[in-house]
């Protein structure tokens, strides 16, 4: 076998085993963020994060391949699906996050696309949830809380979205300063 051909081999060995600690990780943390109620939106947008080393050393393809596994063996395996289906609808926002705030330069438009994008994708989820799947305790909480509850928990939890945005930029500079080194079998020669 050529060393070039050795190479190949050792990039894609490294790409599978790397994509499926993640996918794993990934999906370990949403089960876990299951049993805490309070982690219900937390652990999926921790569990989306590991998709930002996966997209830096590979490429936005198997940062796809990886949320696409993750959020599949999540919707399968986790009792809260409402936890499930948030990573669903939200966990790929570290992979087009980089190509959405490089072709809108414009501060305030770029922020109101991020809004309406996470919006719509909160809006289709919960549809999902009431009209297609009907979960009955989360019709219930709607209906003991109100619609004005509803619509400042909505507002919640697009600040919070827009603050995993915002967070992103940061994390992604620690993981090129601070881990991105450490992890020498990256750079084999």
Request: aromatic share 14%; charged share 15%.
């Amino acid at each position: 076998m050529t060393r070039n051909r050795r190479e190949t081999a050792y990039r894609k060995s490294l790409l599978v085993a790397f994509c499926g600690v993640a996918a794993g990780l990934s999906v370990v943390l949403m089960l876990a963020g299951g049993v805490l109620q309070v982690a219900t939106f937390a652990a999926p947008l921790i569990a989306s994060v590991l998709l930002l080393p996966v997209r830096v050393e590979f490429g936005p393809r198997a940062a796809w391949g990886t949320w696409l596994v993750s959020a599949a063996l999540a919707v399968v395996l986790a009792l809260d699906k409402e936890l499930a289906l948030f990573y669903l609808f939200i966990g790929w926002w570290p992979i087009v996050k980089w190509a959405f705030d490089a072709r809108l330069k414009h501060r305030p438009l770029r922020m109101a696309a991020k809004l309406l994008v996470f919006a719509s994708a909160i809006a289709a989820m919960y549809a999902l949830l009431l009209f297609v799947i009907g979960a009955p305790a989360l019709m219930a909480e709607l209906r003991e809380f109100g619609m004005w509850t509803a619509a400042v928990f909505f507002g919640g939890i697009l600040i919070a979205l827009v603050l995993f945005d915002w967070l992103l930029v940061p994390l992604s500079f620690l993981y090129a300063q601070r881990v991105r080194p450490r992890l020498t079998f990256l750079r084999r020669r």
